[in-house]
């Protein structure tokens, strides 16, 4: 179990912002790499893929990637200046004044 979290686990989520499947067919492949190591486990072999990862307390790699993108978006919201939101809903479009 330790194995599968320092090692696969890892490989799976670095950047994954940036590469991180959309298509159901994408996420299935990825999440097989877990699913595949799991199965390893003893005792494991026979239950079903969620019921390993209860047993585990691992996620499914779907919800971990959704997480991270979740966690990139707050990073980058704490980063971002406000003020830029409340001058571009103050602009001037096409010669009037935006509605706030």
């Known amino acids: 179990m330790q194995a599968c979290s320092v090692y696969v686990r890892p490989l799976l989520e670095f950047s994954s912002q940036v590469w991180s499947p959309h298509h159901k ?8 790499v877990q699913r595949f190591f799991t199965k390893r486990f003893s005792g494991l072999r026979g239950l079903s893929y969620c019921e ?5 307390g691992f996620q ?5 990637l ?6 990139l978006c707050y990073i980058l919201h704490q980063l ?3 003020s830029l939101s ?3 809903s103050n602009s001037v479009t096409r010669g009037r ?3 706030a």
Not at 66 to 71: A, E, R, V
């Open 86 to 88: 409340t001058n571009l």
């Open 52 to 56: 390993r990862l209860n047993i585990l």
């Open 60 to 64: 499914t790699l779907e919800c971990r």
């Open 25 to 32: 067919y994408l996420i299935d492949k990825v999440e097989s």
């Open 80 to 82: 971002c200046d406000t």
């Open 66 to 71: 959704f997480i991270n993108d979740l966690t």
């Open 97 to 99: 004044l935006a509605a």
